[in-house]
């Protein structure tokens, strides 16, 4: 529901967001995943568009519409998402929202495995990732000044989350419990401790649109446009 209104308190801003699944082929018919709908990420896009920030979102498969006033860019691994987030470089703050496979298969075949009559199945080998949230946290010159990600834990939320932040090197982490008694995925609330190298910061439990608005109504203040 869309009952924000546009303002221009990013005006001159340059963001990009990330949000979705990636998808690693195995063959040309199947993939391996992670479970993400992209409701935040395209949440958080569509508030900095909003607010008035020039906005590239770039988006694994997901069921959503493209946002209003978002550049979007549609890729399916993690490489072409990495390859889509530095052509988007420069930009003053990344949101790093997309739930990227930690690991893709070595070697994709080029045809559609077979089943054999001899019973045995196939084993994949899987290959390790880029890191986009650490690539873009060290990219020099061309860093975005503020870069933000998420971690999804089922266990000592703020700790872990500090520990990527630090692992990461990035500014924020917006940290969720995914614990199977509070069970977020897919669904259209979250619980967010925002984590910075100093503290850390609970806010209420709130639906994904108004998590989006918190966080570009953070972003103004980081950068010095609202008194947060
Ligand atoms: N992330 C990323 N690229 C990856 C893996 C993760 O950009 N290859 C980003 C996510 O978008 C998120 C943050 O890193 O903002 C944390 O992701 P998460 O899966 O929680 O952390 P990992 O470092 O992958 O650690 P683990 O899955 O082992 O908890
Ligand atoms: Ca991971």
């Known amino acids: 529901i869309e009952t924000l209104l546009a303002d221009a308190t990013l005006k001159g801003l340059k963001a990009l967001v990330t949000s979705g699944p990636t998808f690693e082929p195995i063959d040309p018919v199947r993939y391996i995943a992670n479970r993400s709908s992209g409701k935040q990420g395209h949440a958080i896009a569509a508030a ?119 692992k990461k090197g990035c500014d924020w982490i917006l940290a969720n419990d995914v614990s199977p008694d509070r069970g977020t995925f897919g669904g259209d609330r979250n619980t967010i401790h925002l984590v910075t190298q100093a503290n850390s910061e609970d806010w209420p439990d709130l639906s994904k649109l108004e998590v989006a608005d918190r966080l570009g109504r953070r972003i103004a203040a980081h950068f010095g446009r609202v008194h947060a």
Do not use: Y
């Not at 997901?62 to 979007?72: E, I, S």
């Not at 703050?93 to 496979?101: D, H, K, M, T, Y």
């Open 48 to 166: 900095l568009a909003r607010m008035g920030a020039e906005t590239t979102l770039v988006s694994g498969p997901t069921r959503l519409p493209d946002p209003p006033g978002v550049t979007t860019r549609h890729i399916e691994t993690a490489a072409e998402m990495l390859a889509a987030c530095e052509a988007a470089l420069p930009v003053d703050v990344g949101v790093f929202a997309a739930a990227v496979a930690d690991w893709k298969v070595a070697r994709p075949a080029n045809q559609k495995i077979k089943k054999d009559d001899s019973g045995r199945t196939p084993a994949l080998e899987l290959a390790a990732n880029p890191d986009i949230l650490q690539s873009m946290s060290h990219a020099g010159a061309r860093r975005p000044k503020l870069v933000i990600g998420f971690a999804a834990e089922t266990e000592n939320l703020i700790a872990f989350a500090k520990a990527k932040l630090e």
